[in-house]
């Protein structure tokens, strides 16, 4: 599994602050398994593609999902090719 470098800081904050909430100044493996399992709960809730159900990171990275994006350059090229067949005539 790959993370970026802000993942991971967030990791380290969530992990940290779990510590805190238990008035502990040592992160314990419970406070991290409990970071990675909120982080894949964010994620699953900010990346599920409303229209398919599927996890899409390109919502997250974009704010538009895969499929809206292919559907938005389908109709882009079709809108070119009919204004460029329009000029033609």
């Known amino acids: 599994i790959s993370?970026?470098?802000?993942?991971?800081?967030s990791l380290i904050r969530l992990s940290?602050?779990?510590?805190?909430?238990?008035f502990s100044s040592v992160v314990e493996r419970s406070d991290v398994k409990e970071a990675v399992?909120?982080?894949k709960v964010a994620t699953?809730?900010?990346a599920t593609?409303?229209?398919?159900?599927?996890?899409?990171?390109?919502m997250i990275s974009t704010g538009r999902s895969?499929?809206?994006?292919?559907?938005e350059e389908a109709l882009n090229l079709s809108l070119k090719e009919l204004l460029a067949e329009r000029r033609g005539n």
């Open 49 to 58: 593609d409303p229209r398919t159900g599927r996890i899409d990171m390109d």
């Open 66 to 71: 895969r499929a809206n994006r292919e559907m």
């Open 16 to 22: 940290e602050g779990l510590a805190k909430m238990r």
């Open 3 to 9: 993370a970026t470098p802000r993942q991971l800081e």
């Open 44 to 46: 699953q809730a900010a």
């Open 37 to 39: 399992r909120l982080m």
